[in-house]
């Protein structure tokens, strides 16, 4: 199995701080990465699929970046609406596996 | 409006069975793969499950393999998950997702069921 590892775990920042998630994976799986926005309560959402591709209706602070088997998560100024939890996902083989998820709070 | 809707989570003793059941609305449901992806207290996110828009073809994680049946009713627009043999570790809220027809990524998830496995 694919082993997706997530980094940090959680966050702090401040309102219009730049924010970088990465997500690490056990082999290579370029392009198929994408990232997910979980607000508290809610359903998962796509932000990103094919690892840089922005999902329509995702607003343009979000971008994905990355290849082979890192890949980042960037929001270029966090807004009090981001505060949620970000999964990464490989679509490359089964079983298709998430990373563990990093919580975003707002300093 | 495009949605997913689950129900029949709840309180089950370890080795008792429970159904999930996820009804789908505002797309063509016969169209898409469907997937169950689950979510244990204070962990990630875990891919269950994947049966194709026909049903002609499922797919299970090694966890579930064996003890849950995933199937679809195309003329409900309903989505199912037998689950049986359940044991502590399977306590997760569960989503239904659609899986984009190209890839193996899902882009509408369901706001997920508990199910809960404790004597």
């Known amino acids: 199995d694919i082993q997706m590892t997530q980094s940090p775990s959680s966050l702090s920042a401040s309102v219009g701080d730049r924010v970088t998630i990465t997500c690490r994976a056990s082999q290579s799986i370029s392009p198929y990465l994408t990232w997910y926005q979980q607000k508290p309560g809610k359903a998962p959402k796509v932000l990103i699929y094919a690892a840089f591709s922005l999902q329509s209706g995702v607003p343009s602070r979000f971008s994905g970046s990355g290849s082979g088997t890192e890949f980042s998560l960037t929001i270029s100024s966090l807004q009090p609406e981001d505060v949620a939890s970000y999964h990464c996902?490989?679509?490359?083989?089964?079983?298709?596996?998430f990373g563990q998820g990093t919580k975003v709070e707002i300093k | 409006e495009v949605q997913l809707l689950e129900s029949g989570g709840g309180l089950v003793q370890p080795g008792g069975s429970l159904r999930l059941s996820c009804a789908a609305s505002g797309f063509t449901f016969s169209t898409y793969a469907m997937t169950w992806v689950r979510q244990a207290p204070g962990k990630g996110l875990e891919w269950v499950s994947t049966?194709?828009?026909?049903?002609?073809?499922?797919y299970y994680a090694d966890s579930v393999k064996g003890r849950f049946t995933v199937s679809r009713d195309n003329s409900k627009n309903t989505l199912y998950l037998q689950m049986n043999s359940l044991r502590a570790d399977d306590t997760a809220v569960y989503y239904c997702?659609?899986?984009?027809?190209?890839?193996?990524?899902?882009?509408?998830w369901g706001r997920g069921t508990l199910v809960t496995v404790s004597s």
């Open positions: 997702a659609k899986r984009v027809v190209t890839d193996w990524y899902f882009d509408l």
């Open positions: 996902q490989q679509s490359y083989s089964a079983p298709y596996t």
């Open positions: 049966i194709t828009n026909s049903g002609g073809s499922t």
